[in-house]
């Protein structure tokens, strides 16, 4: 843990911290009603003033909504989960905290001078669990003395940091298998696809804005010209078609055709085979009930043999029983003539 105050350029948060905070805000919104939740970051710092956000942990956090400045922050369960985090990853250690805003509110000053307590660079990560408009569901801020013009002491504030989400190869790996698993079952796949097309053109339209409103600002020199900014955007002019050259549109047209083809024709290739399956179903079906036709005639062929060869015996042993009684006759009439 550094001693020494670290100027902070740039927070760089993981997926697994927005995760592990969603999860926490959906928890404790189940079983009470606070309007956000407190916990703390954990992490390393890089050179140059950048802080890699690489896990976090929730703490119990209770506020007054009448009096803000009525809360209470458990530091004793603070201090125990720090402890077993630390023997999981000596290298992770409490970077600030954060809470769910989504804005700043009037106690964070006091929440944050108890966080110093344990990280004197203490940083404070705000992420809006329910956003409700594109971009990045982070703003980072750090502690800075405000000097007064008047004379009057100083007091705590906060300045704004850029942040931005960044990962590494094993959690890009997760989190996109993660968003491949979301599935609303309650809608096709088809709106699905319109509905990621439109969310992509909505945040296309957003950047070009923000383009747009840098370019007129510098046009009237309201911001100062930034040559790598202008690089940038001349490099993704240069990757724009020019959609006014006729070779560009007979080759669209080329393309467009030879998707529609290969459409077409999978679509003639699945008819075909969905075909094939049910007159196949069709045959099997017909078959199975000659096969149990069959099988029943031989069952009745069987049972009128079986019932044949039984009449049969019969007849045969009552011929024999008549013979022996004829023959049991003769042999009496004999003796009684001798």
């Given amino acids: 843990?550094?001693?020494?105050?670290?100027?902070?350029?740039?927070?760089?948060?993981?997926?697994?911290?927005?995760?592990?905070?969603?999860?926490?805000?959906?928890?404790?919104?189940?079983?009470?009603?606070?309007?956000?939740?407190?916990?703390?970051?954990?992490?390393?710092?890089?050179?140059?003033?950048?802080?890699?956000?690489?896990?976090?942990?929730?703490?119990?956090?209770?506020?007054?909504?009448?009096?803000?400045?009525?809360?209470?922050?458990?530091?004793?369960?603070?201090?125990?989960?720090?402890?077993?985090?630390?023997?999981?990853?000596?290298?992770?250690?409490?970077?600030?905290?954060?809470?769910?805003?989504?804005k700043l509110h009037q106690n964070d000053i006091a929440i944050n001078e108890l966080i110093r307590r344990y990280c004197p660079n203490s940083v404070l990560v705000i992420i809006d669990a329910k956003p409700k408009d594109l971009g990045l569901p982070t703003e980072a801020y750090i502690s800075v003395e405000e000097v007064h013009d008047d004379g009057s002491p100083t007091s705590k504030t906060f300045e704004h940091v850029p942040s931005e989400i960044g990962a590494e190869e094993a959690e890009e790996v997760g989190v996109e298998h993660l968003l491949r698993d979301i599935k609303d079952t309650t809608v096709g796949s088809l709106s699905q696809k319109i509905t990621n097309q439109l969310m992509g053109l909505k945040g296309l339209n957003a950047q070009l804005r923000d383009i747009k409103q840098y370019l007129q600002r510098v046009g009237d020199s309201k911001m100062p010209i930034n040559h790598q900014i202008v690089y940038q955007l001349q490099d993704i002019f240069n990757l724009l078609p020019d959609i006014t050259n006729d070779q560009f549109t007979g080759t669209m047209y080329v393309k467009t055709n030879d998707q529609m083809l290969v459409v077409y024709l999978a679509s003639m290739v699945r008819s075909i085979i969905a075909l094939h399956n049910l007159i196949n179903n069709k045959l099997a079906n017909r078959d199975a009930e000659e096969g149990k036709s069959d099988s029943k005639d031989a069952k009745e062929k069987n049972k009128e043999s079986?019932?044949?060869?039984?009449?049969?015996?019969?007849?045969?042993?009552?011929?024999?029983?008549?013979?022996?009684?004829?023959?049991?006759?003769?042999?009496?009439?004999?003796?009684?003539?001798?």
């Fill in 1 to 102: 843990m550094p001693s020494l105050e670290v100027s902070v350029n740039k927070v760089i948060v993981h997926p697994l911290v927005l995760l592990s905070v969603v999860d926490h805000f959906n928890r404790m919104g189940k079983i009470g009603n606070q309007k956000r939740v407190v916990g703390v970051l954990l992490g390393c710092w890089r050179s140059k003033g950048v802080l890699d956000v690489s896990n976090s942990f929730a703490v119990p956090f209770d506020e007054d909504d009448k009096d803000k400045s009525v809360w209470f922050l458990d530091h004793d369960y603070l201090e125990n989960m720090y402890g077993m985090f630390k023997k999981v990853n000596a290298r992770e250690r409490v970077v600030g905290w954060y809470h769910t805003g989504p």
């Fill in 306 to 338: 079986k019932d044949k060869d039984n009449k049969e015996t019969k007849d045969k042993d009552g011929k024999k029983t008549e013979e022996k009684a004829d023959k049991g006759k003769d042999d009496g009439g004999k003796g009684s003539r001798k």
